[in-house]
């Protein structure tokens, strides 16, 4: 059941140990890597001068990054054996920060079991992409041997399952069918998410509609006449003129299909769906729990009699921490096994950051969007969930979302077309920031509060202390990804069309509908050719964050395993493949055993 290793670290260490507290201290020693993962954003790519690229970049890596196919580049980051590449070879700074980088980053292989694993029918399937079913079909069987060892090794057989944020209730359904049969808890937080899961279980067999016996021929005249008689096809119109006898009590049930219960009937032996409608905000299950003593098949069965697993593949943000708090929080949940994924969605419990971190970039306030001040809020319930890094030198260790965000990134998967088309997009983007701020939609923010009206001296204006107002854009169309000129034509219209945010809105009208083709083509012809500058940032930048998703991993491996007095075992490993589900860690918990 446990692997050799509590975490999936390269084989350069001797412990986990050894590899947390050298990890900890390259996140929070290396200058380069927090530039990288936090400190810089492509929106101000070319918002100073000379540039994010002459300013953050080494100057030793410049010459050689700026030569490097973009492919050539990610192969030599991930893939190949850095000590024996031909010439033209990377400097050796860089070389030992590619080295640093592979050598904190958690092993993400994955030995398939595929061929042995239960196929889903084609009925359990509807609905899923080969992404989805690769998911389903590995975590399904890979929850079950985890409760089977459970059982094995604890005597301890666990009951119910339940999914936290269960969507469409793809897992659930196939652990509820044959071969498994397991008990599942679908806890959902969207009505319509739940409606439709019910409807994909009827279709897979493991519910039913509710029956409704009705005299067809009365059904249908009253059908009829709720059409107007001008409007009643020949059909119809025949049908009015028979006779048909019936009760006098007779009343046609009109609901649609959709309208109609869904009935799931508890069998021994067989897996039973319960749903749970509810947005959970914490690990704290006590009302799942309570309304799940009612699904039991023993009506006398109590509270102390569920042995609760929490499951999720791919938990978006704090939802992984309330469902890795739950086997804490919760004396029923006797283990966890949970799929992490949108590190971007996490919140912050340290609060924004201080002094101490020169280069973390602060969360800034959308010209266009929503009042956010996310890394303020002190949340709970966000990263890091740890002490260990919670108190870390004192101060703690913090990622900004913009380390978050790149940590969503899955590079080893990047090919040729896709990654022209990203480098292509945030090119366009970094562009168009310049020229809002050349014609005044946004202005340089200084990181520490102060106006920058009389500032002058080349710190206070570093990428490192200054930003510009974000600008919520989205995503346009394709034809205006063809050129800069259909881009910013494109995103001036969305802009200035949309119906939120009036003030901004016209704003943006005024100051740039007079724009000409001819400007835009000089914005073009002056920074094209700096395109490779940006999309040699943006791949060391996801290259680094793969750093950082094995530290929030490695965070929630630390949290459970502080709790030492609750926790008999816990580990991480891999459960997908790479190429096809990239958030492919799982962080695994087992309860000691009850008295």
């Not at 509807?126 to 590995?138: C, D, F, L, T, Y």
């Not at 309330?322 to 799929?339: D, E, K, T």
Request: hydrophobic content about 35%; some cysteine; glycine content about 6%.
């Amino acid at each position: 059941m446990i692997p050799p290793k509590p975490l999936p670290y390269p084989d350069c260490w001797a412990t986990a140990e050894d590899y947390v507290d050298n990890l900890l201290q390259f996140v929070t020693t290396s200058d380069t890597f927090r530039i990288l993962c936090g400190g810089v954003h492509v929106l101000d790519f070319f918002t100073s001068e000379p540039g994010l690229f002459s300013t953050v970049v080494p100057d030793e890596w410049q010459p050689w990054l700026l030569q490097c196919d973009p492919m050539r580049l990610l192969d030599i980051l991930m893939r190949e054996d850095i000590d024996t590449l031909p010439d033209p070879r990377p400097p050796e700074s860089l070389l030992k920060y590619i080295k640093d980088i592979r050598r904190f980053s958690l092993a993400r292989e994955f030995s398939s079991r595929e061929e042995k694993l239960p196929k889903l029918t084609w009925r359990m399937s509807v609905g899923m992409k080969p992404k989805k079913i690769h998911e389903v079909r590995n975590f399904a069987n890979y929850v079950d041997q985890l409760a089977r060892d459970i059982k094995t090794e604890f005597n301890n057989d666990i009951t119910h399952f339940v999914d936290f944020g269960s969507g469409q209730n793809y897992l659930g359904r196939a652990l509820a069918s044959a071969p498994y049969n397991k008990q599942i808890v679908a806890v959902e937080g969207r009505e319509h998410n739940i409606a439709g899961a019910k409807e994909l279980d009827v279709f897979a067999g493991v519910a039913e509609k509710t029956k409704i016996m009705r005299n067809k021929k009365l059904w249908m005249q009253q059908l009829d006449s709720m059409t107007p008689e001008d409007q009643r096809d020949e059909r119809a119109l025949k049908r009015a003129a028979k006779t048909v006898k019936s009760s006098g009590d007779y009343v046609a049930d009109f609901r649609s299909r959709s309208e109609l219960d869904t009935i799931y009937t508890p069998e021994e032996g067989k897996g039973f769906i319960r749903y749970i409608e509810g947005r959970l905000e914490s690990g704290d299950l006590a009302d799942v729990v309570g309304q799940l003593e009612n699904t039991h098949l023993e009506p006398t069965a109590h509270e102390s009699d569920l042995r609760l697993m929490a499951i999720s593949i791919h938990s978006c943000g704090n939802l992984s921490h309330h469902g890795i708090r739950s086997l804490i929080l919760n004396p029923s949940v006797q283990a966890i096994a949970i799929v992490g994924c949108c590190y971007n969605l996490l919140t912050e419990k340290l609060g924004p950051p201080t002094y101490k971190l020169p280069y973390m970039r602060p969360s800034l306030q959308a010209l266009n969007g929503r009042v956010i001040r996310e890394s303020a809020r002190h949340d709970p319930h966000g990263f890091p969930l740890s002490d260990r890094l919670g108190t870390y030198r004192d101060d703690g260790i913090r990622l900004n979302i913009t380390a978050r965000m790149m940590a969503c990134q899955a590079p080893y998967n990047w090919t040729e077309v896709e990654s022209d088309g990203f480098f292509t997009r945030h090119f366009f983007r970094a562009v168009l920031q310049k020229i809002f701020l050349d014609r005044g939609v946004i202005s340089i923010i200084y990181h520490d509060g102060t106006q920058g009206d009389d500032r002058t001296d080349s710190s206070a204006r570093s990428p490192f202390n200054t930003s510009t107002n974000p600008v919520i854009l989205g995503s346009l169309s394709k034809s205006c990804y063809k050129s800069l000129h259909s881009y910013v034509r494109g995103a001036i219209t969305k802009l200035t069309t949309s119906s939120d945010y009036h003030e901004q809105r016209d704003i943006i009208k005024e100051r740039m509908s007079d724009i000409t083709d001819e400007e835009i083509a000089r914005y073009e012809n002056h920074y094209g050719p700096r395109k490779r500058e940006l999309s040699a940032i943006w791949t060391l930048m996801a290259f680094s964050a793969v750093v950082v998703e094995s530290l929030i991993v490695t965070d929630r491996w630390l949290f459970l395993r502080q709790h030492s007095d609750l926790v008999q075992d816990c580990w991480v490993e891999t459960v997908f493949d790479y190429r096809q589900s990239p958030r492919n860690l799982v962080v695994v918990g087992v309860k000691k055993p009850r008295p």
